[in-house]
């Protein structure tokens, strides 16, 4: 259960250091200035007009997909937890 815990934490880091790496450079080759607010608004402006599928498909699946994953991670981890599986998790939201 630990492994499994292991590959979906790490998968979703991977998923998303991907895309933000790609909307770098989508960014850069197209002139959009992604530390602004309008450059950002325009990414998105991109991702949500599907002029990149690529584009899109890694932004919406990330931002949902990664939300999705997230609480799935969540769930596993108490799940595991309450068979015995020794996983401790530090932490504390606010």
């Given at each position: 259960?630990?492994?499994?815990?292991?590959?979906?934490?790490?998968?979703?880091?991977?998923?998303?250091?991907?895309?933000?790496?790609?909307g770098?450079?989508?960014?850069?080759?197209?002139?959009?200035?992604?530390?602004?607010?309008?450059?950002?608004?325009?990414?998105f402006?991109?991702?949500?007009?599907?002029?990149?599928?690529?584009?899109?498909?890694?932004?919406?699946?990330?931002?949902?997909?990664?939300?999705?994953?997230?609480?799935?991670?969540?769930?596993l981890?108490?799940?595991?937890?309450?068979?015995?599986?020794?996983?401790?998790?530090?932490?504390?939201?606010?």
């Amino acid at each position: 259960m630990e492994l499994l815990v292991e590959v979906v934490f790490w998968g979703l880091a991977i998923l998303l250091t991907v895309t933000v790496l790609y909307g770098h450079f989508y960014s850069k080759r197209n002139g959009i200035n992604m530390n602004t607010f309008p450059g950002l608004f325009e990414l998105f402006g991109h991702v949500f007009t599907f002029k990149n599928k690529v584009l899109s498909g890694l932004f919406i699946f990330s931002m949902y997909g990664g939300a999705i994953i997230g609480v799935g991670l969540i769930v596993l981890i108490f799940y595991a937890q309450s068979k015995g599986c020794n996983i401790h998790v530090k932490g504390s939201i606010g």
